[in-house]
T-cell receptor, first 115, second 112 residues
């Protein structure tokens, strides 16, 4: 398996623009997680899905952030409008087991810079 | 609320040394604990997963132990190599929360 695949790897945009990050989980995994990593706050869970259904979105910073999982093999994280403080590395991860997380596998991340 | 702490924040050792990284967590009601490695600019790579019923897991030169009652885990690296230089993170999957909680990591440097 190719592992968790994220795109784009790097994104540089201007404040106010819409940003869409994409993730393809490992085939057969039923849970998908979006994390954000910054130097100041470390790894923070934004939202997670189980069987394509959002289970916990309490980590989503505000209404500017939204996430979807239309099918088992694809998820998006959208920021609209983007702000400089959104600059971070965004990771997608997937796991096979539920309700406990099981072994978590991460993608390479999408590094976002908002100017 | 589950909190995960890793000590030390950074560690520098000469090549060949055995070393121990520490992870502590506040809520012992856990499903499992996982150790990851992160290289600069990269994602997290899973190293070892310890289920709550297990005491330790081994993979090559790595050994992870779990003492659930005291809220502690250690990652032991034998005969360290410069290629082991990375940030090591532990994460706890708690029964009372919906996600894995991560420590801030220990940045390890192994000097040739």
């Amino acid at each position: 398996d190719a592992g968790v695949i994220q795109s784009p790897r790097h994104e540089v945009t201007e404040m106010g623009q819409e940003v869409t990050l994409r993730c393809k989980p490992i085939s057969g995994h039923n849970s998908l997680f979006w994390y954000r990593q910054t130097m100041m706050r470390g790894l923070e869970l934004l939202i997670y899905f189980n069987n394509n259904v959002p289970i916990d979105d309490s980590g989503m910073p505000e209404d500017r952030f939204s996430a979807k999982m239309p099918n088992a093999s694809f998820s998006t994280l959208k920021i609209q409008p983007s702000e400089p403080r959104d600059s971070a590395v965004y990771f997608c991860a997937s796991s096979k087991d539920s309700p406990n997380t099981g072994e978590l596998f991460f993608g390479e991340g999408s590094r976002l810079t908002v100017l | 609320k589950q909190e995960v702490t890793q000590i030390p924040a950074a560690l520098s050792v000469p090549e060949g040394e055995n070393l121990v990284l520490n992870c502590s967590f506040t809520d012992s009601a856990i499903y499992n604990l996982q150790w990851f490695r992160q290289d600069p600019g990269k994602g997290l790579t899973s190293l070892l997963l310890i289920q709550s019923s297990q005491r330790e897991q081994t993979s090559g030169r790595l050994n992870a132990s779990l003492d659930k009652s005291s809220g502690r885990s250690t990652l032991y690296i034998a005969a360290s190599q410069p290629g082991d230089s990375a940030t090591y993170l532990c994460a706890v999957d708690g029964i009372n929360n919906n996600d894995m909680r991560f420590g801030a990591g220990t940045r390890l440097t192994v000097k040739p």
